[in-house]
């Protein structure tokens, strides 16, 4: 044994040593470890109680509040007498926040199935509705039910802690005191989508927001939508509110929007139009200042089916259909989105391209000798065959003779690449473009020249450049002119009312829920013509005895008629949906009234109507007598002697 350290070997010393420097080190780092964690602790608590303290207790605060959006009212849809056409009523929503509904799946689905046989539906039809609308609109409430029962409202309240995540909410849903009338104007709405959230005219518009989506829903959305109001209400710790109201915003309701349609002229249209259980259309209008008094499109629908929070896809395959013959689309507005040739309701036009370039004057005589020749062997004749001899513009409008107009169309035609007088004097009188009115969709159509076939052949899409022949064809509006009721009616109105081309609208006035007007809707003409008063004089007088003289293409429609009026016939011949098929007659009637200085344009088209004097005319009659009457004319409805064949040789 050593007696002390110092009788110890060195190695034995060194070793002693070198233990207690590794114990003094690991008890250094264990300490240095302990005073890092502890330092962490430390300032992180003096972080969240001392720096942080303002926000988690904001936070703590707002955990036991809910904000809870409170939908303003759409404004109402009236016509321009003040009758109510689009209205609100309140309706009980049964609602289903998913982000509310238990977390863990069984319990999820406990919940719904419970919730189903409580309402009658099945599980696997919730799941459907959750599925479909949480695809549209990710982020709002999805809405299982509207107009529930007051028993079930009270059930659930009772019951609230086994349906987290369930309520009963009112809503504003839009009804339609007059069913499907003017349906393509009026639109519907709908909940706000993802793709729609990022436009800008939708700035402000929150995930649940109901938007207009068709008709003047759509294109014054922004003044018949109103600005949410919002209350925050005080909840449990569940999360269900307490009953204590925070604070509240009141919802400021959207503006109503009156329109110049008229009742009696919108009616009378749509009943016209649709009693031959054909695809047709048709537009009033003030030849003046563009108010559009009647405009409406057969087939039509139920806008009150967008009320719902689904639709099935037998409603969506009935609404929107295939835009077959088959199965006509009812959404489709073919007042403003049919692309029609127009037949002899093109001649006016083509006479005022012939006056005004100096091609054709009132007393011009072209010798109709029942075949117009345009080389290759090919004739072209009359509606009818047969030969009107020699012929001036008046009594050629008269009968519609077809040579007539052929010969101006030839003179008319350009030789080199550039569009001649035709189709400069048809895109300026409204044809080929839109015409701005105020509602969405609107198509352009066609007014075909030499640049836009030279250019499709130079691309090889058709087999042939321009010729003469097409220009021949477009005087007659046959060929490959596409036009609208509305577009003819606007070039018209221009002839009847002196050169104006007004910019149709169905927007009146806006007003304030009180009747207050804040804003009067009159948008100027788009431009004004110059047409020479005595080829205008000419025109009106030609389709005046069109109407109204004996042997007048529609003298059988119109002859008796009271009021003196200047129309005329169209039948264009067209192939239907589905082409390649038969080729089918388009019926058409485009009129101005009073002659000689008209008010009113009325124009109208009947798909597979046969000739303009068969289907259109007796529907712009019916038309023109609302109009009529409801301005204190007292017109009584006059006999229509249609003829199931035309032996005279005019194109109708």
């Not at 037998?314 to 959404?331: K, L, M």
């Not at 352009?444 to 090889?460: A, D, I, M, Q």
Request: positive net charge; glycine residues 10%; proline residues 7%.
């Amino acid at each position: 044994m050593f007696r002390d350290e110092r009788e110890r070997p060195p190695v034995f010393r060194d070793e002693r040593e070198r233990t207690r420097t590794q114990l003094n080190l690991r008890i250094a780092v264990l300490g240095g470890i302990a005073l890092v964690m502890f330092s962490i602790v430390f300032f992180r608590l003096w972080y969240l109680q001392v720096l942080s303290s303002a926000k988690y207790t904001k936070e703590a605060q707002n955990n036991q509040v809910r904000q809870i959006t409170v939908q303003a009212p759409r404004g109402e849809i009236l016509d321009r007498s003040g009758q109510a056409l689009v209205k609100n009523r309140t309706a009980l929503s049964l609602q289903v926040r998913t982000i509310e509904l238990p977390s863990r799946p069984h319990k999820r689905r406990s919940e719904l199935v419970r919730l189903g046989k409580l309402v009658g539906m099945p599980y696997s039809r919730i799941r459907h509705d959750i599925h479909v609308q949480h695809k549209q609109v990710p982020a709002s409430p999805v809405t299982l039910r509207r107009d529930v029962p007051y028993d079930l409202v009270y059930y659930l309240r009772e019951n609230q802690d086994r349906f987290p995540g369930v309520s009963v909410n009112r809503v504003y849903v839009r009804t339609y005191p007059h069913g499907t009338l003017a349906a393509h104007v009026l639109g519907y709405v709908r909940e706000i989508d993802a793709p729609e959230l990022k436009e800008p005219r939708f700035a402000g518009v929150k995930p649940g927001d109901q938007v207009g989506q068709a008709g003047v829903e759509d294109s014054y959305d922004s003044v018949l939508r109103g600005i949410n109001g919002m209350e925050r209400v005080q909840v449990d710790a569940a999360g269900q509110p307490t009953g204590h109201i925070l604070t509240r915003r009141a919802p400021k309701g959207g503006d109503n929007l009156k329109l110049s349609l008229s009742m009696p002229v919108q009616e009378a249209g749509e009943s016209a139009v649709s009693s031959f259980g054909l695809p047709g259309a048709f537009v009033a209008m003030n030849v003046h200042n563009g108010q559009i008094l009647g405009l409406g499109s057969n087939p039509t629908y139920d806008p009150s089916v967008f009320a719902k929070p689904v639709l099935t896809k037998a409603q969506t395959a009935a609404i929107f259909g295939s835009g077959t013959s088959s199965n006509p689309a009812p959404i489709y507005d073919r007042a403003i989105q049919g692309l029609y040739p127009t037949g002899s309701t093109m001649k006016p036009i083509t006479s005022v391209a012939g006056l005004e370039s100096g091609k054709l004057t009132a007393s011009t005589v072209i010798n109709d000798t029942g075949c117009f020749d345009i080389g290759g062997g090919h004739c072209l004749r009359n509606a009818g065959g047969g030969a009107n001899g020699a012929l001036t513009l008046v009594p050629a409008l008269q009968v519609s003779d077809d040579y007539f107009f052929y010969q101006v169309g030839a003179w008319l035609n350009t030789s080199d690449s550039k569009n001649g007088p035709l189709q400069k004097w048809a895109k300026t009188l409204g044809l080929g473009h839109t015409t701005g009115i105020d509602l969405p969709g609107e198509t352009s159509g066609l007014v075909p020249g030499p640049p836009w076939r030279n250019g499709l052949y130079k691309e090889h899409k058709t087999d042939r450049p321009w010729s003469y022949g097409d220009n021949v064809q477009l005087a007659t509006g046959q060929g490959d002119l596409e036009a609208d009721p509305l577009q003819m009616a606007t070039a018209y109105a221009a002839i009847g009312n002196g050169g104006d081309v007004v910019r149709p609208h169905v927007g009146l006035d806006v007003t304030k829920p009180n009747g207050q007007v804040v804003q009067e809707i009159d948008p100027a003409p788009q431009r004004h013509v110059n047409i020479d008063p005595t080829y205008r004089a000419d025109i009106l007088q030609g389709i005046h005895e069109a109407a109204q003289a004996a042997g007048g293409t529609s003298y059988q429609v119109f002859g008796g008629y009271p009021v003196p009026v200047a129309g005329k016939t169209g039948t264009a011949v067209r192939y239907p949906y589905g082409y390649p098929g038969p080729e089918v007659d388009q019926s058409w009637y485009v009129v101005l009234a009073p002659y000689p200085n008209p008010k009113v344009v009325v124009a109208v088209t009947i798909e597979r109507g046969g000739f303009g004097v068969q289907a259109a005319a007796p529907a712009a009659q019916k038309i023109l007598t609302a109009y009529f009457n409801s301005h204190g004319r007292n017109i009584k409805q006059t006999g229509v002697s249609v003829p199931s064949s035309v032996s005279t040789v005019g194109a109708y």
